[in-house]
């Protein structure tokens, strides 16, 4: 009796451990194929060597592990690749942030220079206006100094024609006075040796009367 | 059943029954493993992954608090994997936050590139004119 159902027993049990195993290998199959997508990515299989190098050492152990050890251990392979993914993902954008930095240095020292080139320009433009507006200053104030001077000529030449025409005029009084001295002083001649003129009336004093050539005998 | 097969189950049983009870024994606290997924929370905290790998974050938390109780219930065992799983989770969440850090610093500079690239251009293009 015993022996009859022996047989069937050992078969069923090798085909539940053969099941097992393939579902095993599935498993490994699966981790394995992603391990290997990620190490043949052109982008991602070259970095982070260290966390690959973790990563496969993980799936060789769940590889060589029994059926109780690589239920414990599959969670922790999966955990390695994606923390070998992330690290390599990590690196890559890393490595993409320092091309952006050098050429963000680059374009910041171009600006840099741009806006240096425009400080120059506008430097030597206002530089430019002072000259200009220097030089317009310079040529008002030498008009206003010629101006000022000939303003002073004028009057300079006003004094001295307004002195002259003083002088003029004390000249012609003295000589007004000197002809009525010479006048009175002819009265009084006549009076004393007694052909007083009859007094005249004062004459209006007529203007110097030329003398004539003829008249002095000369 | 004869004296010498008698022997041979004695010779057989008994080294089995030394492995079934080393096999049930209970294994030492893991001290060791439980630190390392402390570290490793630390130091996910402190870079930040609360914020770039939140749900990593979360779940090296909440397997380093299961590994807490399974060791104050004394089953190190599983004390001993969820702290490993916790470790492994907390490595994961910091290399998703350098990435993220980097992502982020990748994204504005190329804004800021473009926008001062743009800025040279419209500039050269403006002086060109007449």
């Known amino acids: 009796m015993m022996r009859s159902w022996l047989p069937h027993a050992v078969l069923v049990l090798g085909f539940v451990a053969a099941g097992n195993a393939a579902a095993r290998d599935d498993e490994y199959q699966r981790l394995s194929d992603r391990f290997d997508r990620l190490a043949a990515d052109p982008a991602l299989g070259q970095r982070a060597p260290a966390q690959m190098d973790r990563a496969r050492a993980a799936l060789a152990e769940f590889k060589e592990a029994g059926r109780g050890d690589r239920k414990q251990l599959l969670y922790l392979v999966e955990r390695r690749i994606d923390i070998a993914q992330a690290a390599a993902q990590a690196e890559s954008l890393e490595s993409e942030r320092a091309d952006l930095q050098r050429e963000n240095d680059r374009l910041q020292l171009a600006i840099a220079r741009r806006d240096a080139a425009q400080a120059r320009a506008e430097l030597e433009r206002q530089r430019l206006q002072s000259q200009i507006r220097a030089e317009e200053a310079e040529s008002a104030r030498r008009d206003a100094e010629a101006a000022r001077a000939e303003g002073e000529q004028a009057a300079q030449a006003a004094e001295a024609a307004r002195n002259e025409a003083e002088q003029a005029k004390r000249m012609a009084a003295a000589q007004a006075k000197a002809t009525a001295l010479a006048k009175k002083e002819a009265e009084l001649e006549a009076a004393v040796s007694g052909n007083a003129p009859k007094p005249k009336p004062a004459a209006k004093p007529k203007p110097k009367a030329k003398p004539k050539q003829d008249a002095s005998g000369g | ?130």
């Open chain 2, 1 to 130: 059943m004869t004296s010498r097969s008698r022997k041979i189950h004695a010779r057989v049983a008994i080294p089995l029954a030394l492995l079934l009870l080393q096999a049930c024994s209970p294994t030492r606290p893991p001290v060791e493993d439980l630190a390392a997924a402390s570290r490793g929370l630390a130091s996910a905290r402190s870079a930040g992954a609360s914020t770039y790998a939140a749900a990593e974050y979360r779940s090296a938390g909440q397997r380093f608090d299961q590994a807490q109780a399974a060791e104050a219930h004394k089953d190190y065992d599983v004390a001993t994997q969820l702290a490993r799983e916790s470790a492994a989770d907390s490595e994961l969440a910091i290399a998703k936050t350098r990435a993220g850090k980097a992502r982020e610093a990748v994204d504005k500079l190329r804004r800021d590139n473009a926008n001062m690239d743009r800025d040279l251009t419209e500039h050269a293009s403006t002086e060109a004119q007449p």
